[in-house]
């Protein structure tokens, strides 16, 4: 047993170093099919900002994850340039970044355990230690968001950058040629300022670093190293550079800068969050992704955390003058919490992967002092410490594989999270038949957050798509543009509820709210059109196709609903351009290539242009009436295609009994063609009948009726009708003349 120990308390660093990637590859090894969450989509699905590796140093159009940060955004591009966006590039890149940190880190401790001035107290077991403390901090669940949560290698590609400075550092000290080593560590921190804001206490815990167990005295640090530390410090300006380029926030996911920022209650918030970060890193349960946004009431709610925190701050300001050794250590974990516990956060007050480098000066100082207390078993209990983090880290890992198993164990263990609800929900709604489960979520969601617009928003939507909840998906629309106006959407989508429901004034206005927000819709610019001509608003539908042609003039659709819109008000000659377009856009418009066939016969223009038209829109909708009319007005209008004229007369009325038009053309054109008295008598009564307010149809029929002894008193009324529908009328004056004087 004695040999087992020593054997594994002083394996070579070699030896080491492939056994701790070993178990990092294990322990993450079920973590590489997961799929892109919650920051990841924006950044990584939905974002073009990476696909060409020029435009990585670009500022996104919108700020994210990785805005202000061109390691990262590289990073993404490289991942997509080997394999697109396939989530297992992407997680074997985190993994590799998380191994080479946890390498980083056990050179670090290793070379620390070995400095003069422990006197040898950890040299014989300066590489156990190290593996233990390494192994610890790479296996521990509390990384798992750093490495399986993608957009996230922001922290883990910062932590290895930064301790890689340190190690460098420290190996510079070790070096006959410190100049090489030293231009590393200040390269490596220059890297890790283009990574994370975080980065920016490296350069202090550097100093602090040599101050405590290298040289002795910050003056004497300093004056050593003089070019050193101005090279490493000025990286601040880099890191000054992206921060100001960005406005001083992170499109509101820390107040950053602005003036309306809520400094003083977030303050008080970070005394639970330091708590449970501390908690964490020794009892790593439960690990939650995301938080939530909370607030404290009042300074005294603080209490209970604050007096765990403010000891420990205390006890840090102490050691840093009576054990340096431990105050560095101290400084270094608070150091790393500084940035975002004091710069105010909107969305989350509590983030487990910022204790990605805060985790391993805690279990450095726990590792020393286990192995001054317990020097013979200190690696083993390191180890067996790394087992069970591992075997919790594999369960974790498990959580990630899918949006709904993320998302289920967060409002497991954070019912009361109206955001993690409202995500829960979206993963259910991606499910088959889960809509009921993820409404109850939603209507979680809004109760726990009353004013979280997109949750009403997707709640609406889900209420719509049920029979009899329209009036509640009404409601909950209404209460999402109250809430975010500028919800183009949501303005849509309830215009369509009350378009269906008949409430077409409400629905116009909120097309007009769409259309205001972003003139660039313009299926709510030709919905906006639509709803305008049910209401009979004929100019103002004039007006708003005018404006969606202007807009998109290459909108097929647009163009034709304008050529058709001006055609049906009688403004034919303007209506042609526009139905032209649309045709020139997309050459399948059947109705634009209806109406402009129908205008250009109506107007006796191009006459062949306008059969060929008409005739390729029969052949594609045999079955409508309108179509035959007109294409057997063209046929009449052009003197040598009566037969042809006559056939598709006949087919409108046969399609359409009550097409009184129809009629009157093919009575007229059997009349032309010398057809049979009675049908072409029977056709001008059809006629008649159906649209008895034309006064040409009755004086047709009186004519042809005068020709009959018979039928010469019906003959009579026709006549009367049409003079008293136009009194005007010079040749239905004649026949009525002729009638009194056969009469007499």
């Not at 890689?164 to 410190?178: I, Q, V």
């Not at 405590?212 to 530390?229: I, P």
């Not at 602005?258 to 400094?263: D, G, I, L």
């Not at 929900?425 to 997109?454: H, K, N, S, T, W």
């Amino acid at each position: 047993m004695k040999g087992f120990l020593q054997t594994i308390s002083l394996p070579r660093p070699v030896l080491a170093a492939v056994v701790l990637v070993g178990a990092i590859a294990a322990a993450y090894f079920n973590s590489l099919h997961g799929v892109f969450v919650w920051d990841d989509v924006p950044t990584i699905v939905e974002s073009t900002s990476f696909e060409h590796l020029a435009s990585v140093f670009d500022r996104p159009a919108a700020v994210n994850t990785t805005s202000g940060r061109p390691l990262v955004s590289l990073s993404l591009a490289v991942n997509y340039a080997l394999g697109g966006r396939n989530p297992v590039g992407f997680h074997i890149f985190n993994v590799l970044v998380h191994m080479a940190a946890a390498l980083a880190l056990f050179g670090f401790v290793r070379r620390l355990a070995l400095l003069p001035r422990w006197a040898g107290r950890f040299e014989a077991h300066a590489t156990g230690l190290a593996f233990g403390v390494a192994a610890v901090w790479a296996l521990h669940p509390l990384q798992t968001e750093a490495v399986a949560y993608i957009i996230q290698r922001a922290e883990s590609l910062m932590g290895l950058c930064y301790l890689l400075t340190l190690w460098l550092f420290l190996r510079s000290m070790e070096s006959p040629r410190p100049g090489l080593w030293r231009t590393l560590a200040v390269a490596a921190c220059a890297l890790g300022m283009t990574a994370k804001e975080v980065m920016v206490s490296a350069p202090v815990v550097v100093l602090l670093f040599d101050r405590t167990f290298l040289a002795g005295s910050f003056r004497q640090a300093m004056a050593s190293k003089r070019l050193f530390y101005g090279a490493l410090f000025g990286t601040w300006l880099i890191l000054f550079w992206l921060v100001v380029s960005l406005g001083g926030n992170r499109d509101g996911s820390t107040g950053g800068f602005s003036p309306y920022a809520a400094w003083a209650p977030y303050w008080l918030t970070q005394f639970p969050a330091v708590a449970t970060y501390l908690k964490l890193a020794f009892f790593p349960h439960p690990l939650i992704f995301q938080f939530g946004t909370f607030w404290l009431p009042n300074a005294a709610a603080a209490l209970p955390t604050a007096s765990v925190v403010v000891p420990l701050l205390g006890l840090t300001v102490v050691a840093f003058f009576r054990w340096p050794e431990i105050g560095f250590f101290g400084f270094w974990f608070f150091s790393i919490l500084a940035v975002t516990s004091l710069v105010p956060g909107t969305v989350d007050m509590i983030v487990e992967h910022r204790m990605y480098v805060a985790l391993a000066p805690l279990w450095i100082l726990v590792a020393a002092g286990l192995y001054l207390w317990w020097r013979r078993l200190a690696v083993v209990v390191l180890g067996a410490t790394a087992l069970a983090f591992a075997v919790a880290t594999v369960a974790r890992n498990r959580d990630y594989q899918t949006l709904l198993s993320l998302w289920t164990d967060n409002v497991a263990k954070r019912p009361d999270n109206g955001l993690s609800r409202y995500n829960l929900a979206f993963a259910l709604q991606c499910e088959p038949g889960r809509a009921i489960e993820a409404q109850a979520q939603l209507e979680a969601a809004v109760r726990l957050i009353p004013d979280f617009d997109a949750a009403h928003y997707n709640l609406a939507l889900l209420l719509a798509k049920q029979p009899g909840q329209e009036d509640r998906a009404i409601a909950q629309f209404e209460e999402a543009i109250r809430l975010a106006p500028g919800n183009v959407h949501a303005h849509d989508n309830l215009a369509t509820l009350l378009h269906q429901r008949g409430r077409l004034d409400e629905a116009c206005r909120h097309l007009r709210a769409s259309v205001q927000c972003d003139p660039s819709d313009r299926t709510a610019w030709l919905n906006l059109v639509k709803v305008l001509e049910e209401l009979a608003r004929w100019d103002e539908a004039i007006d708003a196709c005018a404006a969606l042609v202007r807009i998109h003039p290459d909108f097929a659709d647009g163009q034709a609903r304008f050529g058709i819109l001006l055609a049906t008000r009688r403004r034919q000659a303007e209506a042609i351009p526009h139905l032209e377009a649309a045709l020139r856009l997309d050459p399948g418009q059947l109705g634009a290539r209806f109406f402009l066939g129908a205008v250009l016969v109506e107007q006796g223009r191009r006459l062949p242009e306008a059969i060929a038209l008409l005739e390729e829109v029969e052949r594609k909708q045999p079955d409508a009436p309108s179509v035959h009319f007109s294409l057997g007005t063209a046929y009449l209008a052009s003197g040598n295609r009566l037969q042809d004229a006559i056939a598709q007369f006949t087919a409108a009325v046969r399609l359409e009994p009550q097409f009184a038009d129809a009629h009157f053309d093919l009575a007229t054109a059997l009349e032309i063609a010398g057809g049979d008295r009675t049908d072409v008598v029977a056709h001008y009564r059809t006629a008649a009948r159906l649209r008895p307010e034309v006064a040409e149809t009755h004086y047709r029929l009186a004519r042809l009726l005068a020709a009959d002894p018979l039928t010469r008193p019906e003959a009579h009324a026709e006549v009367v009708k049409a003079l008293a529908l136009n009194p005007a009328f010079p040749d239905a004056q004649a026949l009525l003349g002729q009638l009194d004087a056969a009469e007499e």
